[in-house]
C-alpha cells in the first residue's frame, strides 16, 4: 500500500487560507495512507481526527524573517527525511514551494519518491527579488511531478518561475456554502454598517501591501463615476 508524506510550515490549528486550504485539500486522507509533517504552535491543542491524517508535530520558527525561514527550512528538511525512511513513503506533498518544496526535493533526490507542490501565489512572490531564493524555487519546481496551483494568476506566475506548464493543475480553494451564504451575510453586513441598498465593496485579508488594498482605493475615483453611493469595508 502507498504511504504519502505531507510537509507543510503551515497547517490548523494555525489560522490563515493557506493552513485552511491545506487541511480541507489533505484533511481526508486516511492515517493508514498519508502522514502530515505539521508545525507545533504553541498554546494551541488539537482533538486528533480519527478518519483524518496522521499529524506529526515539531516545533519550527514561525516568522517571517530570513533567519526564522531558513531555520524553518533546515528543520523541516531534516524531518522530513527522517519520516520519508521510517514510513517507506512512496510520494512527498509540500504544502509550500519554499520551505515544504526544499524538503521535498531532498526526498526526491535520497530516496526518489516523486513529489507534488502545492503553490499559493505568496510563497513566490516574497521571493521574487532574492535571487537565490528565485533559484532555489525555480529547483523544487523544476523537479516537481506536479504543481497545484490556488488560481490561473498563480499558475501563471508558477510557470514564470521555472515550471513546466504541463506539470500545472489549477485547483480553487473551497467555500462552506452553508456558513458563508451569500444573502445571508451580505444583508448582516449592510445592517451592521447601515448601508442597506448601497452599492458596496468588501475585501476580506489581512493589510500587506501586496493584498491590494492600495489598488481599490485607486481606482475608487473612478468607480465612483459611475455609482456615487459606493462604499469600500475592508
Known amino acids: 500500500m502507498s504511504r504519502h508524506l505531507l510537509i507543510t510550515g503551515d497547517y490548523p490549528p494555525r489560522s490563515g487560507g493557506q493552513a485552511r486550504f491545506l487541511r480541507d485539500l489533505w ?6 495512507r498519508a502522514t502530515v509533517l505539521a508545525p507545533r504552535i504553541p498554546g494551541e491543542s488539537e482533538e486528533p481526527d480519527p478518519h483524518g491524517p496522521e499529524v506529526v508535530r515539531i516545533g519550527i520558527p514561525l516568522g517571517t524573517g530570513t533567519p526564522a525561514r531558513l531555520w524553518r527550512t533546515v528543520l523541516l528538511t ?3 527525511l527522517r519520516l520519508a525512511r ?11 514551494i519554499m520551505a ?54 498563480t499558475a501563471g506566475e508558477v510557470v514564470r518561475a521555472g515550471a513546466d506548464a504541463a506539470r ?24 451592521c454598517y447601515g448601508l442597506a441598498g448601497q452599492t458596496v465593496l468588501l475585501t476580506v485579508a489581512r493589510l500587506v501591501r ?14 465612483r463615476r459611475e455609482f456615487r453611493d459606493v462604499h469600500y469595508l475592508v
Open 100 to 153: 515544504g518544496g526544499t524538503a521535498a526535493l531532498a526526498c526526491h533526490r535520497l530516496f526518489g519518491c516523486p513529489y507534488t507542490l502545492v503553490a499559493h501565489g505568496a510563497d513566490l512572490l516574497e521571493f521574487a527579488r532574492h535571487p537565490l531564493a528565485s533559484r532555489l524555487a525555480a529547483s523544487n519546481l523544476g523537479n516537481a511531478d506536479r504543481i497545484v496551483a490556488n488560481s490561473r494568476f
Open 210 to 223: 501586496r493584498k491590494g488594498h492600495d489598488s481599490v482605493l485607486d481606482a475608487l475615483a473612478e468607480v
Open 86 to 96: 521510517r514510513r517507506r513513503v512512496s510520494a512527498v506533498h509540500a504544502g509550500q
Open 78 to 80: 531534516v524531518h522530513a
Open 27 to 32: 484533511g481526508g486522507l486516511p492515517a493508514s
Open 168 to 191: 500545472v493543475r489549477v485547483l480553487h480553494p473551497v467555500v462552506d456554502a452553508e456558513r458563508f451564504n451569500a444573502e445571508s451575510v451580505a444583508a448582516a453586513i449592510r445592517a
